[in-house]
């Protein structure tokens, strides 16, 4: 039940970085899910993975000032970073825990469970939901949104681009990440017990020069960087990370090129027991 050994991403200063640009690029279709499960005023909230704490704080915006969020994350980098966030925007009623989800406890049931690509780091996604779904109380909501890594593309191709997502694609795969988990999370709802999911897809097309979209490439690059070289995928000198958003905008700009998003499906379901 716990997750892979090591979140491929890293968890530096330059990942909370690429969380800020990540939670800005979605966090649109992220509100949307959470509006969508019913995640309303006074409902108590779990957040699983909750990093910076960026969906937390949406939630926060829901369940007003008589809910509650929980964010637990296994990164005390994260957790510091989301608790700073909490304490500026002046909140009381959203904590976060650094433990893993074998370590949490809890007296008090949740009115939701939810989290943002987070589920696809876990070797047995079915059996952590399975572990967690006794902390929601009856009728409470499962939501969460999970990426499909093989929807992103240019419309026409765009080499330097479709090679910087290709490496991306090829290091979580190496790494044993799934990239293309989102379409699979309601097989995952139903074997962990949860009654018929209800699902929504989202993404995102950008014309060139894409700045948004190749921005947020070129720093996902940055912080699979250490182990693209591990596995072999490219090297930093192949890579020329400094320069890639602006090489990606270039070459989209030559073509008048779109760029295409990976997709983001949210998925959510309720408890019946």
């Known amino acids: 039940m716990s997750p892979n050994p090591e979140y491929v991403l890293g968890d530096g200063q330059r990942e ?12 649109g279709a992220t509100l949307e899910l959470l509006k969508r499960a019913r995640i309303g005023p006074g409902m108590r ?8 704490g960026d969906v937390s704080l949406l939630a ?4 007003g000032s008589s809910g509650s969020i929980v964010g637990i994350d296994r990164s005390p980098a994260a957790v510091e970073a989301a608790r700073a966030k909490v304490e500026a925007a002046g909140l009381a009623n959203v904590e976060f825990h650094a433990t893993a989800i074998e370590d949490f406890a809890t007296d008090r049931p949740f009115d939701a469970l939810i989290g943002r690509f987070v589920l696809v780091y876990f070797s047995d996604p079915v059996a952590t939901l399975r572990q967690l779904l ?28 479709e090679t910087a997502i290709e490496r991306l694609r090829d290091t979580f795969r ?3 990440v799934p990239v293309d988990f989102g379409p699979q999370v309601w097989r995952i709802f139903r ?11 989202r993404s995102k097309v950008e014309p060139a020069p894409a700045l948004a979209g190749t921005q947020y490439i070129a720093e996902t690059v ?7 070289e591990r596995l072999g995928v490219a090297s930093a000198a192949e890579v020329e990370i400094e320069t890639l958003a602006d090489r990606m905008q270039e070459a989209l700009a030559d073509v008048q090129a779109s760029l295409l998003s990976p997709a983001v499906v949210g998925t959510w379901s ?3 027991s």
């Open 16 to 27: 909370l970085q690429r969380l800020a640009l990540q939670a800005q690029y979605w966090g």
């Open 45 to 52: 909230v779990l957040d699983l993975g909750s990093g910076a």
């Open 60 to 63: 926060a915006t829901l369940v």
């Open 134 to 161: 006794p902390l929601v109380r009856s009728r409470g909501v499962v939501a969460f949104l999970e990426m499909d890594i093989d929807a992103a593309r240019t419309v026409p191709r765009v080499p330097v681009v």
């Open 174 to 176: 190496r790494a044993g």
């Open 191 to 201: 074997a962990a017990g949860l009654p018929e999911p209800a699902l929504i897809v």
């Open 222 to 228: 940055r912080s699979l960087l250490p182990m693209m």
């Open 270 to 272: 309720t408890v019946t």
